[in-house]
């Protein structure tokens, strides 16, 4: 025992208070990401670019060290379909502007726990796609789009930043299916802290996979 801990000094935790910050859009989606993992630090942007850059604005830099996007989004690529969890390595904003973000450790994270995801491009749009603008988008080398990862993104500043979503429409199936927030994002919440432990601590052992149902 160190003479600092004998003498009661005070011992900070390996990671900061809050070492992951999640942004959800939507309400419901920050329900189901709580109940899937409640030591989570989850934050409410609403929907749309506008709320986004409003949560960037907000947002302090030193009250997190990883961030993370999460909720539902819309399939471009075929091989998605309603229930596919989409990381993302590369996010497009409509004007262009192109920021990365950690699919790799994301998707090593979910695997981990027993969990299969979809990598690729994700495009930010306003307002939903459907029918031949999926095409339009999918020959472009875009996969998936939502309405906020790209804007939020911009909070990163070189912080661990990832976005996972759970798909609820795609290319012949463009119908909103309530049910896959818990079987998606509420299964899906607890890879994200792991993912952020290992982008921050890179020793520390991934997580096994144990435990992948939903509490």
Request: a positive charge.
């Amino acid at each position: 025992m160190s003479a600092a801990v004998r003498a009661g000094a005070r011992v900070e935790p390996a990671l900061p208070l809050w070492s992951l910050w999640v942004w959800t859009p939507l309400a419901v989606e920050a329900w189901a990401v709580r109940a899937g993992d409640r030591s989570l630090y989850v934050e409410r942007t609403g929907m749309g670019a506008e709320r986004a850059r409003a949560a960037v604005r907000r947002h302090e830099p030193g009250r997190a060290s990883a961030l993370a996007v999460a909720g539902l989004c819309g399939a471009v690529d075929l091989a998605l379909t309603p229930g596919s969890v989409f990381v993302a390595d590369r996010l497009e904003t409509p004007e262009g502007a192109v920021l990365p973000a950690d699919g790799a450790g994301l998707a090593r994270a979910l695997r981990a726990r027993g969990m299969a995801a979809h990598r690729g491009t994700l495009l930010g749009v306003e307002r939903v796609v459907t029918g031949e603008d999926r095409q339009r988008l999918r020959a472009r080398g875009i996969d998936a789009v939502d309405m906020e990862s790209p804007w939020l993104a911009a909070a990163a500043a070189g912080r661990p930043f990832a976005v996972l979503r759970v798909v609820v429409d795609a290319p012949g199936a463009e119908l909103y299916r309530a049910g896959l927030l818990r079987h998606g994002l509420r299964r899906t919440a607890p890879a994200l802290a792991d993912w952020a432990r290992c982008a921050l601590l890179p020793d520390e052992p991934v997580a096994t996979a144990e435990a992948t149902e939903p509490r």
